[in-house]
């Protein structure tokens, strides 16, 4: 199988069930942003040496390949006319914001209380960690636009805004595991 099709050499995309729509689409870009956060992921997850913390980068990739298949489906190439899902896609669930939850909380519990907003930085991993935060805000954003014009499953949106959090206390956890200081902003 060739890698390249050619059939988006005019600025058109396929998105799953055949809909072909501009590259520039509002649903194209809310996936791209997606699997470019799952890359900086990836990115994060090889540059720590927790393996629990690892793992869980690696389902959280897991997860955003999930998301950014039902993003690339339009709703009404999702279900067959009995209702059954059409493409077999798995969803994001309450139970994965829920695990991202549990790992926010136990991070925290091991924390300093955050007193003002901290910059960015102190080790390189630790900015990587902020900039897949960005990322993820960026996602979270797109998303809630092309949920304003064709609404998504509201799970997405609610497993982006948890993720997010999830990458600022990791951040922060990283930066006690190597004893770095963080650095207050004071407005």
């Not at 997850?45 to 298949?69: H, M, N, P, S, Y």
């Amino acid at each position: 199988m060739k890698i390249y099709t050619k059939t988006g050499d005019k600025g058109h995309t396929s998105l799953f069930g055949g809909t072909r729509v501009p590259k520039h689409h509002i649903r194209i870009e809310s996936y791209g942003t997606v699997d470019e956060l799952n890359s900086y992921i990836g990115l994060v997850r090889d540059l720590i040496t927790d393996k629990a913390q690892q793992e869980l980068l690696t389902i959280i990739q897991d997860k955003l390949f999930v998301l950014g298949a039902t993003l690339a489906t339009p709703p009404e190439k999702e279900k067959l006319k009995n209702g059954e899902n059409r493409l077999k896609i798995k969803q994001v669930t309450t139970e994965d914001i829920e695990q991202l939850e549990k790992a926010i909380d136990t991070m925290n519990a091991e924390l300093p209380a955050m007193t003002h907003f901290i910059l960015p930085g102190g080790h390189p991993t630790v900015s990587h960690c902020h900039i897949a935060r960005c990322i993820c805000r960026r996602a979270e954003r797109i998303c809630t636009l092309l949920d304003s014009q064709d609404p998504i499953d509201n799970h997405i949106l609610q497993y982006l805004n948890r993720l997010s959090d999830y990458l600022f206390v990791l951040s922060r956890k990283i930066s006690q595991d190597l004893n770095i200081t963080e650095i207050k902003w004071n407005s």
